[in-house]
């Protein structure tokens, strides 16, 4: 084979591995300034299609090519899975990245027979679409959302507190269907027989992307330097104890540490940093692990020691990970997740954040509701499928709740948004907190299951925007990983290291008022799913009036 045969034939692959690797480079947790990578990121693919295209290639050596540079794609930012199970971390990659081929391939049958006007404006509709899809249904892993990626480069989207992230992603696709539209122009020129462009289009082609590049850019600037943050303060204090989840944090481990002892370390670290300032308290994910029935809850003795700890503490208030039970009296009266046994009945398990208002008072529960795909929720038609899969945790569905509980405390204006580690990454989700009432985002984690990699770090970077997209303060905290504050412009204020046992305090800005996506909820992605469906029934129309 010729050189530059040799070329042609690797080029399709070339310009696959290219969009994959400027969309990683772009990723967090790189440098901020390498999220500008993410507005090319996808011209190498469309590229590549184009070239594919005008070589007569048939669409499922087109979907190959796709699902190479999706594939990679996924596989070099979300490698971390594989640290909790290499059949998760498998799993997760090829699943999600054969997901996402649905709207590229839609947008390809767009193009095809609608022509190529209609079908690159269908792309960013396909895309977001789907991304909205991708947020809400069982298979749910939103992990790699577009609009994700600025969290590293957070203020050059102040402006989600209007869009959400999905403005971001909008961004992205209309960027890059930008800067490869003057590309194609330009090389098009480049034709023996080309006609030459006029001054107002060379203008054009070079000014246009730029300018979608920039505009956004200085909006986000005056936003961020015009913002001041707003609300009453009341001091916060996060702990991290720093307990292996893989080796010491459940019963059963090489080196388990007696759920006594975790109480009392816990304890220790949060007496230790206390001051008489300090309002509340907030202990991480499944910080009380055992199971506690909610029906008995104060009535354990583990319980009863976090009351007493309370008792020596005037006006301190508590929020803590648990892992808790519900019982039902029957089977008509259990939710579709109940499990059963011939000891207890019907009953379900929760990932539940409890707050407990002092040394008395009832204790209030929220559960879990956006849960981790085949390790805290197994859609039916799936349970034995992944039953056998791990992505760290236990496999199996957990029960959860419909609507969003805030803890009110009874420090003025301190109300608090229990979000549970993974529903950080859902933008609408914690917005509805927020509509509810809540002034802080309380985040509880445990992202020890990935240990030293990106996983935690874009984890607590996605958080950054929630904290734009609702103007509220956020305090993490996590049992291994990174604990600390993020204000209301997602600037991190204070953090604590990797794998450390200590705690953060911070007198956290408590803002009542609510942001147009706060209010509003997400507008983008509903809109986008309807002009899918009109998109697709216009193009299966086209289908069928050109066979006919």
């Known amino acids: 084979m010729a050189p530059a045969s040799r070329l042609a034939y690797w080029t ?9 690797g400027l969309l990683w480079l772009g990723w967090p947790v790189h440098s901020a300034l390498f999220a500008l990578l993410l507005l090319v990121a996808f011209v190498p693919y469309l590229r590549m299609e184009q070239l594919l295209v005008s070589r007569g290639a048939s669409g499922w050596k087109v979907f190959r090519y796709t699902y190479l540079m999706l594939v990679l794609w996924n596989a070099f930012t979300t490698w971390w899975v594989s640290y909790s199970t290499v059949g998760g971390g498998i799993a997760a990659v090829v699943l999600n990245a054969l997901l996402m081929c649905l709207p590229i391939m839609a947008f390809y049958h767009t193009k095809r027979l609608a022509g190529p006007t209609i079908g690159y404006l269908s792309l960013p509709v396909y895309w977001i679409a789907f991304e909205q899809l991708h947020l809400h249904w069982d298979l749910t892993w939103p992990w790699l959302t577009l609009g994700n990626g600025f969290a590293q480069a957070n203020q050059w ?8 992230f999905l403005g971001g992603s909008l961004w992205i696709w209309v960027v890059n269907l930008l800067v490869f539209n003057s590309l194609t122009k330009y090389l098009a020129t480049k034709q023996p027989s080309a006609p030459e462009l006029s001054r107002v289009q060379i203008m054009r082609l070079r000014w246009l992307p730029f300018l979608a590049i920039l505009l956004p850019v200085m909006l986000s600037k005056s936003i961020g330097a015009n913002y001041q943050e707003k609300g009453k303060t009341a001091e916060v204090l996060v702990i991290q104890p720093n307990i292996d989840p893989y080796q010491e944090k459940f ?11 975790q109480l009392s370390r816990l304890i220790q670290i949060t007496e230790k940093n206390l001051t008489p300032q300090t309002k509340l308290v907030m202990w991480p994910e499944t910080a009380l692990d055992e199971p506690y029935w909610e029906n008995i809850f104060d009535s354990n003795p583990k319980v009863q020691r976090v009351r007493n700890f309370l008792q020596q503490h005037a006006g301190l208030e508590l929020i803590t990970g648990v892992t808790s039970l519900q019982s039902y009296p029957s089977k008509e009266t259990a939710s579709p997740t109940a499990r059963f046994r011939d000891d207890l009945g019907y009953y379900d398990v929760f990932n539940t954040a409890a707050f407990l208002p002092g040394p008395v008072g009832p204790p209030v529960f929220y559960h879990k509701s956006r849960l981790v795909p085949g390790v805290e929720k197994v859609p039916v038609a799936l349970t034995k499928l992944i039953a056998n899969i791990d992505l760290g945790g236990t496999v199996g569905s957990y029960g959860s709740q419909a609507e969003r509980t805030v803890f009110n405390t009874k420090t003025p204006d301190l109300r608090v948004a229990p979000v549970i580690c993974y529903e950080s990454v859902y933008s609408d989700f914690v917005a509805e907190y927020v509509r509810n009432g809540a002034t802080l985002i309380g985040i509880i984690t445990n992202d020890g299951w990935w240990s030293d990699s990106p996983g935690h770090l874009q984890h607590l970077q996605y958080a950054t925007l929630r904290a734009i997209e609702t103007r509220r303060d956020i305090a993490r905290s996590a049992n291994t990983g990174i604990s600390g504050f993020i204000d209301q412009t997602g600037h991190i204020i204070t953090q604590t290291g990797w794998w450390i046992q200590t705690a953060r305090r911070y007198p956290v800005h408590l803002n ?10 997400e507008l983008i992605g509903p809109a ?9 029934a216009f193009t299966l129309v086209r289908r069928f009036v050109k066979v006919a």
């Open 12 to 20: 399709p692959s070339l310009l696959a591995l290219l969009s994959a």
């Open 157 to 164: 989207v102040q402006w989600y507190e209007y869009t959400g």
């Open 251 to 261: 019963e059963g481990k090489a080196n388990f540490i007696p759920y006594d002892e």
């Open 512 to 521: 009542t008022e609510l942001t147009f996506y706060a209010r509003h909820g």
């Open 528 to 536: 986008m799913q309807v002009l899918a469906v009109l998109l697709l």
